[in-house]
């Protein structure tokens, strides 16, 4: 299974679409008999149960063909309006089927509620309905086997979806065996009984397809162990030493990710950008569920409120608190700063020919270290020469 789930998620969208489309046309003629089957023998053999599966199965196509228009638009690329691609279309469509099932499933219950208060009144069931029944099983039974097996190796959640609303169509359709032959042997209230828990059922898996579908819509995160799986990924990266607000969100069959990683404060921002990429492609290799990454990379746990950076002055300003500190000594070639736990670092440097040795230099920083006394927000200021060149 796991190499079925590793083919599935190299596949391109085209081809999801593809083999999506051609499983739910398999379901679209195997529905499309057992409606017409379903809704005529019922009636001629009057049976309720036979007549309210008949009705469940007309709904199964009206779902196929939600299906079929999902997948497509779903295999669109990504463009200016949508990004992150489409595939949120099949979560929008899992939730109207969702609430469909939901409606017809109440509408049964409530049907066969009603039809109970006058069981004196319903005429004798036919032992044709027992046998379109029993085939309505059994089709059922094996259409299920075979999408599932589609919907697994796509990992495709509208797809499980309406292969689980086969499988409770084929549990359904037992019940309505049951309901025929209690009716059969003289208790006719059981063919309404058959009905009313079949409408049960088919509003119970309804509510669960819409319920999911919802969370999804306002981005649940993925379980706690693909989160674990995916942060201990993030933290083997080299360069990462540690990471924070890793944050996960659905998106039909994928999920993107995004998260702060602390590195070294003192490295460069291409380097931080390189660990950053490094991190973000160890996720898409290794967990080919994942849609896409965001990273973002710290110098520190920005969690902490003594470290925001926000609040401490911008470079311009800083430079301007510098400058009277600097007052005797050379101009610099070049001055970075470092915002960190909510002071200011700077390093400082000189040209290599303006201090010839290094015991000028340390009087430069002892100087610099009285004069600090009256900038309180610059923590430390370090003075370098550049390497000569060869």
């Not at 005429?123 to 309905?129: D, F």
């Amino acid at each position: 299974m796991g190499l079925e789930h590793h083919l599935a998620a190299s596949a391109t969208p085209a081809e999801r679409s593809a083999e999506a489309q051609k499983a739910t046309w398999v379901s679209v003629a195997v529905n499309l008999v057992m409606t017409i089957a379903q809704l005529i023998v019922g009636w001629l053999a009057h049976s309720q149960s036979l007549v309210a599966h008949g009705l469940h199965s007309f709904s199964d196509l009206l779902s196929d063909f939600l299906v079929i228009y999902a997948s497509r638009q779903s295999a669109q690329p990504a463009d200016q309006s949508h990004p992150y691609g489409h595939a949120r279309v099949e979560t929008a469509a899992t939730l109207v089927l969702g609430t469909s099932l939901t409606l017809i499933g109440g509408g049964i219950l409530w049907e066969s509620g009603m039809r109970l208060q006058h069981i004196e009144a319903l005429p004798t069931v036919q032992y044709s309905a027992l046998w379109v029944a029993v085939a309505t099983v059994i089709s059922k039974e094996a259409l299920y086997r075979y999408l599932i097996r589609v919907a697994e190796r796509l990992r495709s959640q509208l797809l499980i979806g309406n292969a689980l609303h086969t499988r409770a169509d084929a549990a359904s359709a037992l019940v309505v065996v049951v309901g025929i032959g209690g009716a059969l042997l003289g208790w006719s209230f059981l063919d309404l009984l058959a009905a009313a828990l079949m409408g049960f059922m088919i509003l119970h898996m309804g509510a669960g397809l819409a319920w999911g579908a919802i969370k999804e819509l306002i981005d649940t995160g993925l379980d706690d162990v693909q989160v674990e799986a995916i942060r201990k990924t993030l933290l083997a990266t080299p360069g990462v030493r540690d990471l924070h607000q890793l944050r996960t969100r659905r998106m039909a069959h994928q999920a993107l990710v995004d998260t702060h990683v602390q590195v070294d404060s003192r490295i460069s921002v291409s380097e931080g950008h390189r660990i950053a990429e490094s991190a973000r492609a160890r996720v898409l290799r290794e967990h080919p569920e994942v849609l896409d990454v965001l990273v973002h990379i710290d110098p520190e746990d920005d969690m902490d409120p003594d470290s925001y950076a926000t609040r401490l002055p911008a470079r311009d300003a800083l430079l301007g608190e510098l400058r009277p500190l600097l007052v005797g000594l050379p101009e610099p070639e070049k001055i970075v700063l470092h915002y960190l736990k909510g002071q200011v670092e700077a390093e400082i440097f000189f040209s290599h020919a303006l201090f010839e040795n290094g015991e000028a230099l340390r009087q430069a920083e002892n100087l610099l270290v009285d004069r600090l006394k009256l900038y309180p927000l610059i923590r430390r200021v370090s003075l370098n020469c550049l390497v000569a060149p060869n």
